[in-house]
């Protein structure tokens, strides 16, 4: 990723990046949409007059809630002059606003599946292994039906033989 040559498909060096049809796009959350607008056949996305939840909420777990839970894991506190500037406020906010988004039953949008479980449920998985978000029974049930989908047991699989290939993402 510190070769020249990827800093042409990504100038911030990270991965993920994709080139699809000769498109370049970087940013999980922008190749989730991407990808769900892409290949419509997979049903990730709901119907254009239906996506204002979904747009809100990607957006959410791009922004405030990233943002909320990296600053928590490097120890930026912001004081409560300072929450009013950060897109997130407070730390608890954006977890509550996180958790309140979780279903008991099926999944984000009307509990049909979508690229937001895909896009969200990656991030609460994170947070979940690194202790920001807590392991509740609600949560717990959720990662359980996002990660036991057939896709989802195929891209560990797949990231497996890609770390096994190429190492690890630096």
Partial sequence: MSAPSYAT???MQKVPAIV???SV?????AISLYLADAFPEAGLAPPLPDRASYYRW??????????ANINTALGVDASPEQSRMAGYGTFGRALDVL??????????LAGKFSALDVYAGSHIGWATQFGSVPATPRVSAYL??????????????????????????A
């Fill in 99 to 108: 958790e309140s988004r979780v279903p008991e039953t099926g999944y984000m």
């Fill in 58 to 67: 990607m957006m959410f777990a791009a922004g405030p809630w990233e943002q």
């Fill in 144 to 169: 359980d039906r996002v990660q036991s989908r057939p896709a989802a047991l195929r891209a560990v699989e797949l990231g497996d033989v890609a770390i096994g290939e190429y190492g690890p993402a």
């Fill in 25 to 29: 796009v970087t940013e999980c959350g």
């Fill in 20 to 22: 699809l049809n000769g």
């Fill in 9 to 11: 498909i990504n100038p």
